[in-house]
């Protein structure tokens, strides 16, 4: 047939030969070993193999297949059906050659006989068969048995030479492994290497405990590689691809425990004393009744503190969920203990927000200090002098406050709002520059985009997750609409409406190549646009990254007060900024927005008792952006959408993948493997409750393999 790939060939022997079981005497150290030291691999073959990414023996073993063919059906010449496909094995009988005079095909033609009759198989273009099949070979055929050319004749798709009588065929019988392949390293190749390399997959350790093993029903991991690569049936195939996938699940998972309790082993926090009165003014001050939800969350954190290992928790809530307060209410409990707490914002803009928040809730109860980048020399000095001599209380900045230069009096809590928009080595200098010899202060961070349970469990595998689940009460979903262009002057017509109510407007420009330059300018056309045109009896201002920050600052406050009606900006405007009198968001280019930022952006409005209005203008739809508008119009709740997203992009995409620190996983997939992967959390969990920083010599083989498998994985994660 057409597309076989050329001839391979092991060295010396005939390349559809079975390869022969390699005499390597297979120590452990033989995983390490090159393929190129079987004995049928030519060094041509093994820089194929190189650059396809497999130099050693284990290399080759991790190599898994894709999926399986179940070649068992093998049939009787007799018994063969026109038109289905079988495995036939047969002796050759009679080869011969001839070449169709118009399309010029070379055609193999082989005579085939076993013990019910014969038929004539035959290839297309693989004259080179002429010389390598020969009469009394016995021979084992994958094909389809069909009407050609006014004669019946077998179609051959895979063939191979069996050696001995009772030898099972490798790549046309049983259940064939179907590995990921290239041009130059077929899954033939792969197969028939996978077959020579088999008694040393028989030796793999196991870095499992075989208590564990025995309890779960697991099979040991010599029998699932073996087993992997070369099932007997399906159903064997998928319990060992289970045990795989557990396993690499349950390494990860002691990796991130590990580091955790390495790390809480390592350094102390401030235990808070119990609330006391300032706590409680606070709590009585806020002008809302706490959700259960958030009281939950307090509880939970309350507990956190009260403790002197470090805290390390996430607290995940949807948009408008109310996660400030919660923070603000740890800030005042490090307060009231007489040491201080810091909240940092990614923006300044949210950072200026957070200030104003705190003076209003706060106010009093404990003097607060606002560092930015836009404080002027004194200013600065002056604000750090207050935060190292212990009169600040509360520093709430952006990453300024990261600097060498500012100093703490006695810092106990640390919470990261929107910490995703944080990189990996913000959050590690934060650590860093908090850590004393031997002590630490309690870290929470906060994020509004949901995370999947599955990403929560491996980025942030070692932090503890707590979730605020649904917003205040009394809030109405918000109405997603889709715009179609034509429609356009219909929805100004309805935004209209709005402003002449007295309620307010976003308007978000496009991200345009990350670049904020042409970004903003984009934001002041359309600002001129707007105020020319359809708002042209509204107040429209604009706000984007290339303004000063006090200049930002002004029309932030203008439009939180009323001032504006419509606030043209670019997606800076997607974190946190909170104006509960603003009701429609307008997002222009929306097909350019990732599902998260959406949301985000969708969030800045029903944050009041409004009914509230998200309108979509999208130009250019393509596959996946038409699958996340409409994830976006199905539903409003941040963790669904979190789970869309993830099955729109895939896990690696959803974090901004590996710099977030998303493990790179060989067969476990997230979205598919969620159970496995809670259950792997639990596993762990028990394992090092047993043995903690798995000291004893039974656990030194995981711990091995774990930091053989992530440990530079977990780079980022055990340097923080
Ligand atoms: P996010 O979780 O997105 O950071 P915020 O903390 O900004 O949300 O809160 C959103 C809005 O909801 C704010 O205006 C806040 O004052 C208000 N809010 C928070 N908790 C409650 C509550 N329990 N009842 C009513 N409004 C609340
Ligand atoms: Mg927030």
Same mark, same amino acid.
């Given at each position: 047939?057409?597309?076989?790939?050329?001839?391979?060939?092991?060295?010396?022997?005939?390349?559809?030969?079975?390869?022969?079981?390699?005499?390597?005497?297979?120590?452990?150290?033989?995983?390490?070993?090159?393929?190129?030291?079987?004995?049928?691999?030519?060094?041509?073959?093994?820089?194929?193999?190189?650059?396809?990414?497999?130099?050693?023996?284990?290399?080759?073993?991790?190599?898994?297949?894709?999926?399986?063919?179940?070649?068992?059906?093998?049939?009787?010449?007799?018994?063969?059906?026109?038109?289905?496909?079988?495995?036939?094995?047969?002796?050759?009988?009679?080869?011969?050659?001839?070449?169709?005079?118009?399309?010029?095909?070379?055609?193999?033609?082989?005579?085939?006989?076993?013990?019910?009759?014969?038929?004539?198989?035959?290839?297309?273009?693989?004259?080179?068969?002429?010389?390598?099949?020969?009469?009394?070979?016995?021979?084992?055929?994958?094909?389809?048995?069909?009407?050609?050319?006014?004669?019946?004749?077998?179609?051959?798709?895979?063939?191979?030479?069996?050696?001995?009588?009772?030898?099972?065929?490798? =790549?046309?019988?049983?259940?064939?492994?179907?590995?990921?392949?290239?041009?130059?390293?077929?899954?033939?190749?792969?197969?028939?290497?996978?077959?020579?390399?088999?008694?040393?997959?028989?030796?793999?350790?196991?870095?499992?405990?075989?208590?564990?093993?025995?309890?779960?029903?697991?099979?040991?991991?010599?029998?699932?590689?073996?087993?992997? =690569?070369?099932?007997?049936?399906?159903?064997?195939?998928?319990?060992?691809?289970?045990?795989?996938?557990?396993? $690499?699940?349950?390494?990860?998972?002691?990796?991130?425990?590990?580091?955790?309790?390495?790390?809480?082993?390592?350094?102390?926090?401030?235990?808070?004393?119990?609330?006391?009165?300032?706590?409680?003014?606070?709590?009585?001050? *806020?002008?809302?009744?706490?959700?259960?939800?958030? *009281?939950?969350?307090?509880?939970?954190?309350?507990?956190?503190?009260?403790?002197?290992?470090?805290?390390?928790?996430?607290?995940?809530?949807?948009?408008?969920?109310?996660?400030?307060?919660?923070?603000?209410?740890?800030?005042?409990?490090?307060?009231?203990?007489?040491?201080?707490?810091?909240?940092?914002?990614?923006?300044?803009?949210?950072?200026?927000?957070?200030?104003?928040?705190?003076?209003?809730?706060?106010?009093?109860?404990?003097?607060?200090?606002?560092?930015?980048?836009?404080?002027?020399?004194?200013?600065?000095?002056?604000?750090?002098?207050?935060?190292?001599?212990?009169?600040?209380?509360?520093?709430?900045?952006?990453?300024?406050?990261?600097?060498?230069?500012?100093?703490?009096?006695?810092?106990?809590?640390?919470?990261?709002?929107?910490?995703?928009?944080?990189?990996?080595?913000?959050?590690?200098?934060?650590?860093?520059?908090?850590?004393?010899?031997?002590?630490?202060?309690?870290?929470?961070?906060?994020?509004?985009?949901?995370?999947?349970?599955?990403?929560?469990?491996?980025?942030?595998?070692?932090?503890?997750?707590?979730?605020?689940?649904?917003?205040?009460?009394?809030?109405?979903?918000?109405?997603?609409?889709?715009?179609?262009?034509?429609?356009? $002057?219909?929805?100004?017509?309805?935004?209209?409406?709005?402003?002449?109510?007295?309620?307010?407007?976003?308007?978000?420009?496009?991200?345009?190549?990350?670049?904020?330059?042409?970004?903003?300018?984009?934001?002041?056309?359309?600002?001129?646009?707007?105020?020319?045109?359809?708002?042209?009896?509204?107040?429209?201002?604009?706000?984007?990254?290339?303004?000063?920050?006090?200049?930002?600052?002004?029309?932030?406050?203008?439009?939180?007060?009323?001032?504006?009606?419509?606030?043209?900006?670019?997606?800076?405007?997607?974190?946190?900024?909170?104006?509960?009198?603003?009701?429609?968001?307008?997002?222009?280019?929306?097909?350019?927005?990732?599902?998260?930022?959406?949301?985000?952006?969708?969030?800045?409005?029903?944050?009041?008792?409004?009914?509230?209005?998200?309108?979509?203008?999208?130009?250019?739809?393509?596959?996946?952006?038409?699958?996340?508008?409409?994830?976006?119009?199905?539903?409003?709740?941040?963790?669904?959408?979190?789970?869309?997203?993830?099955?729109?992009?895939?896990?690696?995409?959803?974090?901004?993948?590996?710099?977030?620190?998303?493990?790179?996983?060989?067969?476990?997939?997230?979205?598919?493997?969620?159970?496995?992967?809670?259950?792997?959390?639990?596993?762990?969990?028990?394992?090092?409750?047993?043995?903690?920083?798995?000291?004893?010599?039974?656990?030194?083989?995981?711990?091995?393999?774990?930091?053989?498998?992530?440990?530079?994985?977990?780079?980022?994660?055990?340097?923080?």
């Amino acid at each position: 047939m057409t597309g076989q790939p050329p001839l391979h060939r092991f060295g010396g022997g005939r390349y559809d030969q079975r390869p022969p079981v390699t005499r390597l005497s297979f120590d452990p150290a033989a995983f390490a070993r090159p393929l190129a030291d079987l004995e049928h691999v030519t060094a041509a073959v093994a820089r194929r193999l190189a650059t396809f990414g497999l130099e050693t023996v284990g290399d080759l073993i991790e190599h898994f297949p894709r999926r399986y063919e179940d070649f068992r059906d093998r049939k009787s010449i007799r018994d063969l059906k026109v038109g289905e496909e079988a495995t036939i094995r047969g002796e050759v009988v009679r080869v011969s050659a001839d070449r169709t005079a118009r399309r010029r095909v070379d055609i193999v033609r082989v005579v085939v006989r076993d013990d019910t009759g014969a038929v004539e198989a035959v290839w297309f273009n693989q004259r080179y068969l002429t010389r390598v099949l020969q009469e009394g070979m016995r021979l084992s055929l994958r094909g389809t048995f069909r009407p050609q050319g006014g004669r019946q004749s077998f179609a051959v798709k895979g063939h191979e030479i069996l050696e001995e009588e009772s030898g099972e065929g490798v =790549h046309t019988e049983g259940v064939v492994s179907v590995y990921p392949a290239s041009e130059q390293v077929s899954a033939k190749l792969l197969r028939g290497l996978v077959h020579a390399v088999a008694p040393a997959m028989r030796r793999l350790p196991d870095p499992l405990p075989s208590a564990l093993l025995v309890r779960e029903r697991l099979p040991g991991r010599a029998d699932a590689v073996t087993a992997v =690569h070369l099932p007997r049936t399906l159903a064997e195939a998928k319990l060992a691809r289970e045990r795989l996938v557990l396993e $690499e699940l349950l390494l990860m998972q002691v990796g991130l425990l590990l580091h955790k309790q390495e790390q809480q082993q390592l350094y102390s926090a401030p235990a808070l004393p119990a609330p006391a009165d300032l706590s409680r003014a606070f709590l009585d001050g *806020l002008p809302f009744e706490l959700t259960a939800h958030q *009281l939950a969350a307090l509880d939970e954190l309350e507990a956190d503190l009260r403790r002197e290992t470090p805290m390390r928790r996430l607290l995940q809530g949807d948009v408008g969920s109310g996660k400030t307060v919660v923070a603000l209410y740890c800030l005042i409990r490090a307060a009231e203990a007489g040491l201080q707490g810091v909240l940092l914002a990614p923006t300044e803009t949210l950072a200026a927000q957070h200030a104003e928040t705190a003076a209003r809730l706060v106010g009093a109860l404990a003097p607060a200090e606002l560092v930015t980048a836009s404080l002027t020399a004194r200013e600065r000095r002056e604000a750090l002098a207050r935060i190292a001599s212990g009169e600040a209380r509360i520093a709430i900045g952006t990453h300024a406050l990261l600097q060498e230069d500012v100093r703490f009096a006695g810092l106990a809590l640390v919470v990261v709002d929107e910490q995703h928009r944080f990189g990996v080595e913000q959050r590690d200098a934060l650590v860093r520059r908090t850590e004393r010899a031997g002590g630490a202060p309690h870290v929470l961070h906060m994020t509004a985009t949901p995370i999947p349970r599955t990403l929560a469990l491996t980025v942030y595998g070692d932090l503890d997750v707590t979730t605020i689940a649904g917003v205040p009460a009394g809030r109405q979903p918000v109405v997603t609409r889709l715009v179609d262009e034509d429609k356009r $002057e219909v929805g100004y017509d309805f935004v209209r409406k709005q402003i002449a109510r007295g309620r307010q407007v976003y308007v978000v420009c496009p991200a345009i190549d990350e670049s904020e330059s042409i970004s903003a300018a984009t934001a002041v056309a359309e600002a001129e646009r707007l105020q020319a045109g359809p708002f042209r009896d509204a107040r429209v201002a604009v706000a984007h990254g290339q303004l000063k920050s006090a200049q930002r600052d002004d029309v932030m406050r203008s439009f939180k007060s009323g001032e504006l009606d419509v606030l043209v900006a670019t997606s800076l405007i997607e974190v946190g900024i909170d104006v509960p009198n603003a009701t429609v968001m307008i997002v222009e280019g929306a097909e350019r927005f990732g599902l998260a930022q959406l949301h985000q952006l969708r969030g800045r409005v029903g944050r009041g008792s409004e009914k509230s209005y998200c309108l979509l203008f999208a130009t250019a739809e393509t596959g996946s952006s038409q699958a996340r508008l409409e994830a976006l119009l199905e539903t409003n709740d941040g963790f669904e959408l979190a789970d869309r997203d993830l099955e729109i992009r895939g896990e690696g995409q959803v974090m901004g993948s590996r710099q977030a620190g998303v493990p790179d996983l060989k067969l476990a997939r997230l979205a598919r493997d969620r159970v496995a992967l809670l259950r792997a959390r639990e596993l762990a969990a028990e394992l090092l409750t047993a043995d903690p920083g798995l000291l004893a010599p039974a656990s030194a083989p995981l711990k091995a393999a774990v930091e053989d498998a992530f440990g530079h994985e977990l780079g980022w994660l055990l340097k923080a």
